[in-house]
């Protein structure tokens, strides 16, 4: 298992994919992916349901989404944890939209 700092270090790569978070609560919010690493993401939404401690899936189309938790949010901004990793080509691959 990696630990929190060695987190912080996997790359990330800048994005502004739009998506849409979905709370466990069924509440939807428009948002833009801003950076994405294998571990996570920061999202920027007007969402004020969205609370550190929340599940909430990212829709990245009809037939995908990622489950994640929000770790922290301020100011519009929230950075969450997936519950699993993604392949980095796909991390990466955010940044192609």
């Known amino acids: 298992m990696i630990n929190p700092i060695e ?3 996997i790359a990330r790569h800048i994005s502004g994919r739009s998506v849409i978070v979905k709370s466990s609560h069924g509440e939807r919010a428009k948002a ?3 950076d994405v690493s294998i571990y996570g993401c920061s999202l920027v939404t007007d ?8 599940v909430v899936a990212i829709a ?3 037939e995908r989404s990622i489950q994640a938790i ?3 949010s301020r100011g519009g901004v929230s950075g969450v944890e997936f519950l ?3 392949p980095d080509a796909e991390a990466e691959s955010f940044g192609d939209t």
């Open 47 to 54: 969402a004020s349901w969205m609370r550190v401690g929340s």
């Open 7 to 9: 987190k912080r270090r």
């Open 60 to 62: 990245l189309s009809v």
């Open 32 to 34: 833009v992916i801003r």
């Open 84 to 86: 699993r990793p993604i």
């Open 70 to 72: 929000v770790r922290w």
